[in-house]
Structure formats: C-alpha cells, structure tokens
C-alpha cells in the first residue's frame, strides 16, 4: 500500500527507504494509550484483543521524532540511533535544502519582525 502523499517523502528522500520508526516492546506495554492518542501522524493503533498498543504506519513517523518514547512512562518504545538521522543528514546534504527551504520561508514573509 502507498504512503499518503503527505508523508510519502523526507526532505526529498522517499520515506520507503528511511529505516526510521517506533518499536514496542510488547512485554512492557500496558496499553494505557497514550501513544496512540498522542501521535499527530496515526503511527499506532490499538489491538483491542491484547489490549496493547501497536505500530500500525510505522514510514508515517516523522523521521527524527521520538516524541512517544518521551510520553511511554514504561519505557516500552524505542527507536534506532538518532546517529542514523543525524548521518542521513549529512551523507544527503540536507542542510543545504534546509537552508534552501528556510530561505523560502523568510522571502514568505512566515516569521514576523522584531518591534521596534
């Protein structure tokens, strides 16, 4: 199944071919949902037979974030290296299009000047 066009890329790289999302360790799930409720990218989903949380669209995680791992006070979700992000980074010149992008955004007129 294709990814939904918003997520279907990362800084220009295809998001198929980013080895990047959460993991759950089921042994220390408890299900209590806060993952689910709280992921703005429908990551996970609820497997109402276990009762556990589970990664239903794992490409759809934005690459970088670990934003569940953070609200997981049982320490169920882990991601790979953040190394691996921060290698993509440069081995892909993406500070470059950062920079490009960012550009663009103050010719936009996106972020307001400082009052006098």
């Keep these: 199944m294709a990814l939904p066009e918003k997520f279907a890329f990362w800084k220009g790289i295809p998001r198929e071919e980013i080895e ?10 408890t299900g209590c949902g806060m993952c689910v409720t709280s992921c703005g990218r429908d990551v996970f989903s609820y497997d109402l ?3 556990k949380s589970v990664v239903a669209h794992p490409k759809q995680c934005l690459v970088g974030c670990m934003s569940c791992q953070t609200w997981c006070v049982f320490e169920a979700i882990d991601f790979p290296d953040p190394i691996y992000v921060k290698n993509l980074i440069k081995e892909r010149n993406l500070l470059a299009l950062a920079k490009k992008q960012l550009r663009a955004m103050i010719d936009e007129g996106r972020f307001p000047k400082k009052a006098e």
């Design 49 to 51: 037979e276990s009762k």
């Design 20 to 29: 990047w999302n959460p993991h759950i360790d089921e042994s220390k799930c």
